[in-house]
């Protein structure tokens, strides 16, 4: 998939790996960005990038009409990124049943409704990309970490399913496994768990160019640091001592 005159679709662009994905994006000749934030205020530095190339939308994965809505404002779209996402720290079975609840939505149900949006307009168009940026924490679950793991498991499996789906439409299908990376989330778990700001961190724009230059070369699965590329060895070598080392993490 050539970055290069394509139009894509980042949603959570505002800030962190999207506005990141934005940038390297407009940096590849990409046409047209659709940046999508669930508040469209938030988009000004990013539309400052490139304002003849940034259309900033509406777009929260917690109220669906504004998915539809998005795609609706958006039919010349080639790439899609789902990469808007949230957190929630604390153990499954003490944590307030609600946030549980926002997490999966927001980076399980969320993403599907957006692919579902956007794949027969894909299809339509001859084909083109869906980019779903995950989480090395899809292979194995920390217990502090509450609902996102389990979220982004999730998240992995439905990525492999619509790619079998999509396939025979000349659509190709991507999952990204970034490991901590320097954002405002990784700093909202830190505050809560410092353990994890023990681990090192990779910079936006360094995951963002490693994200397109695995599009670009037909990469199903994306490990796009050096910590994801340490979870990539240790998960093809041995995912059950894996999963039993991050369980292990306090």
Same mark, same amino acid.
């Given at each position: 998939m050539k970055i290069e005159g394509s139009v894509a679709l980042v949603t959570g662009a505002n800030r962190g790996i999207g506005r990141a994905l934005v940038a390297e994006f407009l940096a590849r000749g990409a046409a047209r960005v659709h940046a999508a934030a669930r508040d469209p205020h938030s988009l000004e530095p990013v539309i400052a990038l490139a304002p003849d190339r940034v259309d900033p939308m509406e777009l929260d994965l917690d109220r669906p009409g504004t998915i539809t809505a998005a795609a609706a404002s958006a039919p010349d779209v080639t790439i899609v990124v789902n990469n808007a996402g949230t957190h929630g720290v604390g153990h499954l079975l003490e944590m307030d049943l609600d946030v549980v609840e926002k997490v999966l939505m927001t980076n399980c149900v969320g993403p599907l409704l957006v692919m579902r949006a956007f794949a027969h307009m894909l299809q339509h168009r001859g084909g083109g990309a869906i980019v779903n940026v995950v989480s090395t924490a899809a292979f194995g679950a920390t217990p502090s970490q509450g609902s996102y793991p389990a979220s982004k498991a999730a998240?992995?499996?439905? +990525?492999?399913?619509?790619? /079998?789906?999509?396939?025979?439409? !000349?659509?190709?299908?991507?999952?990204?496994?970034?490991? #901590?990376?320097?954002?405002?989330?990784?700093?909202?778990?830190?505050?809560?768990?410092?353990?994890?700001?023990?681990?090192?961190?990779? +910079?936006?724009?360094?995951? /963002?160019?490693?994200?397109?230059? !695995?599009?670009?070369?037909?990469?199903?699965?994306?490990? #796009?640091?050096?910590f994801a590329l340490e979870i990539e060895a240790e998960w093809r070598a041995d995912p059950k001592a894996l999963a039993a080392r991050l369980a292990a993490i306090e």
């Open positions: 998240l992995h499996s439905m +990525t492999q399913a619509v790619r /079998a789906d999509l396939a025979p439409y !000349g659509i190709s299908v991507h999952g990204v496994y970034p490991g #901590p990376v320097d954002t405002d989330m990784l700093d909202y778990v830190i505050g809560h768990e410092p353990t994890f700001g023990d681990f090192p961190r990779a +910079t936006p724009r360094d995951v /963002a160019r490693a994200v397109l230059d !695995g599009v670009e070369a037909g990469d199903e699965d994306i490990f #796009p640091d050096p």
